[in-house]
């Protein structure tokens, strides 16, 4: 379970520590891949493999298609070198519009990393108190 927000900076090959905090679970090896409102997602791979599980129950059409293939074809398997760092590689560096600052950000089962400006952008209190108003009274959400 990954909790909490770390801030680091990626150096000019796109290279970035993994927060020690996180690293423990990850091993030395996990999935990176495109994730949803513009950050990448980290998965260990138990978690990664239960996702194409889930992706893999999709019915055969062209939405479903087009889930895979966001999620999938942009995915690759990462390990950790000797500093606990790993590479992102520019593709997916553009997609988040990650620059120098990231944030790594817990999200259950998996790491969200995000371009520093852009995470600040999202993490509004005043939009999460309203958020959090209509999930309790659309799903009975309490915290």
Same mark, same amino acid.
């Given at each position: 379970?990954?909790?909490?927000?770390?801030?680091?900076?990626?150096?000019?090959?796109?290279?970035?520590?993994? /927060?020690?905090?996180?690293? %423990?679970?990850?091993?030395?090896?996990?999935?990176?891949?495109?994730?949803?409102?513009?950050?990448?997602?980290?998965? /260990?791979?138990?978690?990664?493999?239960?996702?194409?599980?889930?992706?893999?129950?999709? /019915?055969?059409?062209?939405?479903?298609?087009?889930?895979?293939?966001?999620?999938?074809?942009?995915?690759?398997?990462?390990?950790?070198?000797?500093?606990?760092?790993?590479?992102?590689?520019?593709?997916?560096?553009?997609?988040?519009?990650?620059?120098? %600052?990231?944030?790594?950000?817990?999200?259950?089962?998996?790491? %969200?990393?995000?371009?520093?400006?852009?995470?600040?952008?999202?993490?509004?209190?005043?939009?999460?108190?309203?958020?959090?108003?209509?999930?309790? %009274?659309?799903?009975?959400?309490?915290?």
């Amino acid at each position: 379970m990954f909790f909490g927000e770390y801030n680091h900076k990626i150096d000019a090959k796109g290279r970035v520590i993994i /927060p020690n905090e996180f690293r %423990e679970e990850l091993t030395d090896a996990c999935v990176i891949s495109k994730g949803l409102d513009g950050c990448l997602y980290i998965y /260990p791979n138990s978690e990664w493999e239960a996702v194409l599980e889930n992706l893999s129950r999709l /019915p055969s059409n062209a939405k479903s298609r087009s889930i895979v293939r966001f999620f999938t074809a942009g995915a690759y398997q990462v390990e950790t070198d000797a500093m606990g760092r790993i590479l992102i590689k520019n593709e997916l560096r553009t997609y988040a519009g990650i620059t120098k %600052e990231v944030v790594f950000a817990g999200a259950k089962n998996r790491i %969200e990393v995000w371009d520093k400006a852009k995470y600040d952008e999202i993490i509004n209190v005043d939009n999460i108190e309203g958020l959090v108003d209509e999930m309790a %009274e659309e799903f009975g959400l309490s915290i």
